[in-house]
């Protein structure tokens, strides 16, 4: 597949060799996301982490000061005296065995997030193999299982995000679009990396973070300074 001229331009604005400072790499990031929609912002960084050892997984929550540009479509899976709660909070779709099972029958997922009560984690159990895959579990160490239904609904909603490393150790996270301006940008940024940089496992030896590089949905990588 030819690589497109705008890439190519844009591409040509970044130095390979350098790494550069945030508010550096952020006034770059604005000049390569050239395309005619409004792009996501990607942040990729390579831990020094084994990720086969358990002890040394990267997972956790964040709710950036600017969100992400996005409102996710949420799903909640609540008992039937909370639904009414759970549609006040903002909940897109709302229900319990019933909608659990519907779900199982037909493996079509039309949402974003899924949060959970603790008591209905058992009966949503035969998702697992749906939503498992596609990291979309209720899960309380993601703040997406709670018997507070209003708060937990709402944090997703405003835009709280998920992020944990992948089987090669790294971690992919949007944290904002093109159209943000570069302080809402760089304050994402600065966010989201100190919260990783905090969850360096203990067992985890020599330097964290081994390669940080941001990006647009389709611009050229600009590498970070660690």
């Not at 709710?63 to 996005?70: I, R, S, T, Y």
């Not at 009560?117 to 160490?141: D, E, F, H, S, V």
């Not at 944990?164 to 994402?188: M, Y």
Request: charged share 25%; net charge positive; no cysteine.
């Amino acid at each position: 597949m030819p690589t497109s001229k705008r890439y190519v331009a844009a591409k040509s604005l970044v130095e390979k060799s350098k790494a550069y400072s945030i508010e550096e790499a952020v006034a770059l990031l604005k000049k390569t996301a050239t395309a005619k929609y409004d792009e996501s912002v990607e942040l990729h960084i390579k831990l020094g982490i084994n990720a086969t050892k358990s002890d040394q997984q990267i997972r956790g929550t964040i709710a950036l000061p600017h969100g992400v540009g996005k409102s996710k479509k949420v799903i909640a899976f609540v008992e039937a005296e909370k639904e009414a709660e759970a549609k006040a909070a903002g909940a897109d779709i709302v229900g319990g065995e019933e909608l659990v099972n519907e779900i199982a029958a037909s493996g079509k997922l039309d949402f974003d997030v899924a949060v959970a009560t603790p008591a209905m984690m058992p009966k949503i159990a035969k998702l697992a193999r749906i939503l498992g895959p596609r990291g979309m579990m209720p899960n309380p160490k993601t703040d997406t299982v709670s018997a507070n239904v209003t708060k937990m609904i709402s944090e997703q909603k405003a835009g709280k995000q998920s992020f944990k490393n992948d089987p090669t150790g790294n971690v992919h996270q949007i944290f904002g679009r093109a159209s943000f301006s570069e302080v809402q940008l760089k304050e994402n940024l600065t966010m989201l990396l100190d919260a990783i940089r905090k969850m360096k496992p203990s067992s985890s030896k020599g330097i964290f973070f081994r390669n940080v590089v941001i990006a647009s949905s389709t611009g050229p990588g600009i590498k970070l300074q660690a």
